[in-house]
């Protein structure tokens, strides 16, 4: 057979030789890519079982298999991966698994050349184009090239002739960026031929995040928490260092929190007037600061008020020693006008006081005057009954004294060399010497902060601070395992970052069918996750997909690429969210690298996502990719049982699943979609406290449910409206989600004396309103330009949001001009006639000296009226719809007033006085303006004029009816007066 092989292939040789021309010409017809030329049919065999049922046949490759370089001595055998050997030399082996085997070869030249193969035939036969042709000479060296397509054709290289058995292979590819624990991908195979070159390669990544930690109102002594999460130092915005902020804080403190069981019990007069008697009220009131105070202010909680506010004022004195009956003792420090509202007032006092600590003081308030009208009016002060002595006398005629705490409002003192230590060796870490006023920060770096920091430990020499820790946890990766069907591979200990290494494979772990890879990593209680990228590959025959998983603390993001191979009937694609996922948005799909758009349909089974692609072409590539937005649990962990879906509001179910006993439980949310906006719960399966939102002035939310339990379960929601405390942090709590309504109260720590509230659920140009449904009175108000901004205090109110007015909508487009032929004309013929008439009676008036004026305008007019009587609805209401449609009525009719009222001072008798002419033209201008342009003059006005409207349309029309009568009486009064004089008789 080699014999007859080698002849044949001789003549080839020959033939070729002699007969060139006619060579060239066949090449020339049969010619493929540029450079190469197609075999002919005799150069293609194929050698099968009888019963063989194979994708490509030898008459598939007759006329569609092309050559660079040698192609009249090129033979191609198509036959099995087990007959193939038969064709190689002694030495040789295939590496054939596959169905099919194609074997080229060429006994007389042995040097390489590019090989292309008809796309049409790889598409038909293979069903799909191959990326890589992979080939063993018989010497035993194996090969692979790239397929590339150009011209129609898939061109690979094969470096060398004697005998070489191709096959062509896909690969599988998955790609993880930044993979949380949990992390699942899932590839098919069709089966198991072809799998080599299996790697999966792991690096480090550094996962990081704020955990800020503040405290208000602290003394000296006490001890801040600080628990650092992650398992590396943390660092801060400080040069890579944390720090710690010290801001001054000059609160109040109550006498009843200080000395009573902080409750108050009653209230009394203390200053106003007493109707029984009618005396103005005395009182004096016992106080012992706890502290040395420079006193410049003191506050009063004035609990219920009776009567009116008649206006009077106090004299308030201070004075050593105890509540007595002795009036105006000591100094006077103050003049106070009390106003007649309860809540805390200010006492401002005219000099500063020095009122040293462990001392008892008189504070005497002595009313000036009273209003005989036989009734009590009086502001009334809060007091505790838990004084075993008189500390609040009052006099009203005659004495009363209660052995009560009054409600005395006194400032701390000022904070003084704020220190902290963080180790517990006594020695300071960072330090601020001197005094810190009222609001005044100072800020140290805390290099030494460390993952193993438990407590801060606080000194001053006076006063009280705020603290505020700037934190960044870290977590490199550690321990991360790679599961494969059940088989698990790891690496032990962290990787740093950018830090790879290889983890150890076996081909046996690989099934056909679905191929599930899991990720595991050693994320530590508390701290951001612990995260690893992946690179996970291997060759194998048929399907080619790759997965790429981006996920952070926050958010896992999926873009899954596809390729089918055969036509698919109600495709779909599973995506495995995290359990945390607590909202899924941005499904979407595209087709052969087209365009992104929302997939057919799509639902929500747990944390699987499936995505349907409907009927899928051969040979179709889809990618799909989908974002999910996770919560993080404080003091606990959690199961999202049914996230939100793109597309609807947020509603997701959450279960609690392990609870702190000694922590506070709580969701942390401020990453969600609308991580601004206020979070609530719904549906709680306990019974006490609902859930309320803890919000920072950095922008932390956190969702707190103090009356959870393990099981406990509850749907978390947004409202229309986001809360932001300029400092410190607040508690929300919302009672009606689409009112909305809600409460706000100081948080656990520190509360905020200024809060920007956003209602985003508004209409624009309409007028909003922040009601205090405690005080019921307007907070603010503002007009929406979408969304709309209120600001409040930090007072515990519960709020409401109300549309208090709709503004003006922009007039539609008018149409510009007649709309047809028949209505130009019209309006034509009607100006032409209108003008001819004024034109001639112009003429006849001045050429007869008949009618003067009166004579064109009567006529005009006349002419007008016809014209409408005689064609009703057209054409001058057509023209006065088209001015009032437009501006040029109003400018028009400001002229005609302002020129008329001029021509007819200048020209008649009648004089108009200068003010009704600035009057009437200041008047005109501003109609004008407000007509083409609403609210350029009055939009300012507007709100303080709703409240002054009556008394505005009295002096409005009061003071024109006056200056019409002068003007009247000045007409009737003659121009020229003439006395007449009899002399003495």
């Given at each position: 057979m080699k014999r007859s092989l080698a002849i044949a292939a001789a003549t080839i040789v020959v033939v070729s030789m002699l007969a060139m021309p006619l060579g060239a010409a066949v090449a020339t017809a049969q010619s493929g890519p540029s450079g190469m030329v197609a075999l002919g049919p005799d150069q293609v065999d194929e050698d099968l079982p009888s019963n063989a049922d194979v994708p490509i046949r030898a008459s598939d490759l007759e006329g569609n298999v092309y050559a660079s370089d040698h192609a009249g001595t090129l033979q191609i055998t198509v036959t099995t991966p087990e007959r193939a050997s038969d064709y190689m030399g002694e030495n040789a082996n295939v590496v054939a698994d596959d169905d099919i085997a194609i074997v080229l070869a060429d006994d007389e030249v042995h040097e390489g050349r590019d090989v292309a193969v008809d796309l049409g035939v790889l598409e038909?036969?293979?069903?799909?184009?191959?990326?890589?042709?992979?080939?063993?000479?018989?010497?035993?060296?194996?090969?692979?090239?790239?397929i590339e397509q150009e011209d129609g054709v898939g061109r690979f290289h094969v470096p060398e002739f004697s005998s070489n058995s191709v096959t062509f292979s896909g690969g599988i590819t998955l790609s993880g960026n930044a993979a949380a624990d949990g992390t699942n991908y899932q590839y098919e195979l069709d089966n198991l031929n072809g799998v080599s070159d299996y790697a999966i390669n792991l690096t480090g990544v550094t996962n990081s995040g704020w955990s800020n930690v503040s405290a208000g109102g602290v003394s000296d002594g006490d001890t801040i928490s600080i628990d650092v999460g992650g398992n590396l130092d943390p660092i801060g915005p400080s040069s890579g260092e944390p720090t710690v902020t010290f801001t001054g804080d000059l609160k109040y403190y109550n006498q009843i929190d200080e000395y009573g069981d902080g409750n108050a019990d009653g209230d009394a007069g203390f200053v106003g007037d007493n109707g029984a008697y009618n005396n103005p009220l005395k009182s004096s009131m016992e106080v012992t600061p706890k502290k040395d105070i420079t006193l410049n202010s003191f506050k009063l909680h004035v609990g219920s008020v009776s009567g009116s506010d008649y206006g009077p004022t106090v004299e308030v004195r201070i004075a050593s020693g105890q509540a007595d009956e002795t009036w105006g003792d000591g100094t006077q420090v103050a003049t106070w006008e009390p106003d007649w509202t309860t809540g805390n007032q200010t006492v401002s006092l005219d000099s500063s006081e020095t009122l040293q600590a462990g001392e008892t003081y008189e504070f005497e308030f002595i009313t000036d005057s009273e209003n005989n009208n036989g009734e009590d009016d009086q502001l009334e002060l809060s007091y505790d009954s838990d004084s075993s002595s008189v500390k609040f006398l009052r006099d009203y005629g005659q004495v009363a004294d209660y052995e009560t705490y009054p409600s005395l409002l006194l400032p701390n003192a000022e904070s003084a060399d704020p220190a902290i230590d963080i180790d517990g060796d006594g020695t300071d870490e960072a330090s601020y010497s001197g005094t810190l006023t009222d609001g005044e920060s100072v800020t140290r770096d805390l290099s030494q902060l460390s993952k193993s920091t438990d407590n801060a430990d606080i000194s001053l020499t006076s006063g009280a601070v705020d603290v505020d820790f700037k934190i960044k946890e870290r977590t490199q990766t550690s321990d991360p395992v790679v599961e494969v069907n059940g088989y698990e591979t790891e690496h032990n200990g962290v990787l740093s970052e950018g830090e790879t290494t290889s983890l150890a494979t076996n081909e046996a772990w690989l099934q056909e069918g679905t191929n599930n890879v899991t990720i595991r990593t050693n994320t530590p209680s508390n701290g951001p996750e612990s995260l690893v990228d992946l690179e996970y590959s291997h060759d194998a025959s048929g399907v080619t997909k790759s997965v790429d998983i981006e996920a952070t603390s926050w958010t896992e993001s999926f873009n899954v690429s596809h390729t089918f191979p055969s036509a698919v009937a109600d495709a779909d694609?599973?995506?495995?969210?995290?359990?945390?996922?607590?909202?899924?948005?941005?499904?979407?799909?595209?087709?052969?690298?087209?365009?992104?758009?929302?997939?057919?349909?799509?639902?929500?089974?747990?944390?699987?996502?499936?995505v349907g692609l409907g009927d899928v072409e051969a040979d179709t590539e889809i990618d799909v990719r989908a974002t999910g937005h996770k919560v993080r649990a404080y003091d606990g962990s959690v199961r999202v049982t049914e996230p939100t879906v793109e597309g609807d509001d947020l509603s997701?179910?959450?279960?609690?699943?392990?609870?702190?006993?000694?922590?506070?439980?709580?969701?942390?949310?401020?990453?969600?979609?609308?991580?601004?906006?206020?979070?609530?719960?719904?549906?709680?399966?306990?019974?006490?406290?609902?859930?309320?939102?803890?919000?920072?002035?950095?922008?932390?939310?956190?969702?707190?449910?103090?009356?959870?339990?393990?099981?406990?379960?509850?749907?978390?929601?947004?409202?229309?409206?986001?809360?932001?405390?300029?400092?410190?942090?607040?508690?929300?709590?919302?009672?009606?989600?689409?009112?909305?309504?809600?409460?706000?109260?100081?948080?656990?720590?520190?509360?905020?004396?200024?809060?920007?509230?956003?209602?985003y659920d508004t209409v624009t140009g309409d007028r909003y309103a922040l009601w205090s449904e405690t005080r019921e009175v307007e907070v603010d108000a503002d007009r929406a330009e979408s969304p709309v901004s209120f600001i409040t205090d930090g007072s515990s109110e519960?709020?409401?949001?109300?549309?208090?007015?709709?503004?003006?909508?922009?007039?539609?487009?008018?149409?510009?001009?007649?709309?047809?032929?028949?209505?130009?004309?019209?309006?034509?013929?009607?100006?032409?006639?209108?003008?001819?008439?004024?034109?001639?009676?112009?003429?006849?008036?001045?050429?007869?000296?008949?009618?003067?004026?009166?004579?064109?305008?009567?006529?005009?007019?006349?002419t007008a009226v016809a014209i409408q009587v005689l064609s009703p609805g057209s054409p001058l209401l057509r023209v006065a719809q088209l001015a009032s449609e437009s501006n040029a009525v109003t400018i028009g009719a400001v002229a005609a007033l302002l020129i008329g009222?001029?021509?007819?001072?200048?020209?008649?008798?009648?004089?108009?006085?200068?003010y009704v002419r600035g009057v009437i033209g200041v008047l005109s201008v501003v109609w004008a303006l407000e007509t083409i342009s609403p609210g350029v003059i009055l939009g300012g006005l507007r709100q303080g004029v709703e409240s002054m409207g009556p008394l505005i349309v009295i002096v409005i029309v009061g003071g024109g009816a006056y200056l019409v009568r002068e003007w009247i009486q000045a007409r009737r009064a003659p121009d020229t007066v003439v006395e007449f004089s009899a002399g003495e008789q």
């Open positions: 038909a036969g293979v069903g799909y184009v191959p990326d890589v042709a992979y080939g063993v000479h018989d010497s035993g060296e194996e090969w692979q090239s790239p694609a599973t995506l495995t969210f995290d359990e945390q996922v607590a909202e899924i948005n941005d499904v979407e799909y595209r087709i052969d690298g087209g365009d992104w758009q929302a997939p057919p349909d799509y639902e929500l089974n747990g944390t699987d996502l499936h997701t179910e959450v279960e609690i699943t392990d609870i702190n006993p000694d922590g506070m439980f709580g969701l942390r949310v401020d990453e969600t979609v609308l991580g601004d906006r206020l979070h609530y719960a719904s549906e709680e399966s306990w019974t006490g406290e609902s859930a309320h939102a803890e919000l920072t002035s950095s922008g932390t939310q956190i969702l707190r449910a103090e009356d959870a339990n393990e099981g406990s379960t509850m749907r978390v929601s947004t409202a229309p409206v986001s809360v932001s405390p300029e400092s410190g942090a607040i508690e929300a709590e919302v009672e009606d989600g689409s009112e909305p309504t809600f409460s706000l109260r100081k948080g656990n720590t520190t509360g905020s004396d200024r809060i920007k509230v956003t209602y519960t709020y409401s949001i109300l549309q208090r007015d709709a503004g003006q909508q922009p007039p539609e487009d008018p149409p510009i001009g007649p709309t047809d032929q028949e209505g130009t004309l019209s309006l034509v013929l009607a100006f032409v006639g209108i003008g001819g008439v004024l034109v001639g009676s112009t003429f006849v008036s001045r050429k007869f000296n008949i009618g003067g004026w009166l004579l064109p305008v009567t006529a005009t007019s006349l009222m001029w021509q007819l001072d200048e020209r008649t008798s009648g004089k108009v006085p200068w």
